[in-house]
């Protein structure tokens, strides 16, 4: 019962991360607070139950997507492919902050020790989801983040290359899972990112200059 309510406290905290991201997508966390609560509750739930009771943290991690997804698209009613755009984002998001917590601890936080060491584990979720509520609540404050409009995908060849960007994503989650070190997935967290970033940022520039997204168009 300890073990239970340790893991569901801590991974509350470091869900706050996961979600912050809409921060980044002009939308304010804290007005939802009590649903992203009770929505990470029932995911960290069945996180218990198929990861540490089942040992299935691929299966988990996939549901992870799948509820949170569903989540933004029934409650925020934001579209299907920027709902998982943004739930990937958020992965990654959290996946670079603990890396970075991790790799800059000098090994006083290694990777095997916060798996196995129950403390250890859940200060890194508490860091995480602190310092990930932190930057998404700093840039949301400062006004920063991006203003484009998320109903409609510009041009025409955009779907194919946003659907093969979630796939390959998805790949790079799975990765994650499989590989130990933290050099080698903090590589993997930086290329995936940038990638997502500068899409973001794209679509930003476009939406305050539409003749960039006429060109794109034409390019196609």
């Known amino acids: 019962m300890e073990d239970f309510l340790g893991y569901m406290s801590f ?26 609560v009770l929505v990470s509750t029932l995911i960290n ?35 299907l492919i920027w709902s998982i755009l943004i739930t990937l984002s958020g992965a990654l998001y959290v996946g670079a902050i603990q890396t970075v917590i991790i790799y800059s601890s000098l090994g006083y936080f290694s990777l095997h020790e916060v798996q196995d060491i129950a403390w250890k584990g859940y200060t890194v979720q508490a860091l995480s989801g602190l310092i990930g509520m932190s930057i998404g609540w700093g840039f949301y404050k400062l ?33 994650m899972i499989s590989f130990e070190s933290i050099f080698t997935n903090l590589i993997i967290f930086v290329v995936s990112s940038a990638l ?15 003749s960039l997204g006429e060109q794109a168009r034409d390019s196609y």
């Open 11 to 36: 991974s509350l905290i470091e869900s706050f991360a996961v979600f912050s991201i809409l921060f980044l997508f002009r939308i304010n966390l804290f007005k939802i607070m009590g649903v992203v």
């Open 45 to 79: 739930i069945q996180n218990f139950f198929i990861r540490e009771e089942l040992s299935l943290s691929g299966l988990s991690t996939i549901i992870n997507v799948v509820l949170t997804t569903i989540f933004f698209i029934a409650y925020l009613r934001i579209p």
């Open 143 to 175: 006004g920063k983040g991006f203003t484009f409009e998320l109903e409609k995908l510009r041009f025409k060849g955009e779907r194919i290359f946003v659907v093969s960007l979630i796939s390959a994503i998805i790949v790079v989650l799975g990765l």
């Open 196 to 210: 997502l970033v500068a899409y973001y940022l794209r679509k930003d520039l476009e939406a305050h200059d539409p």
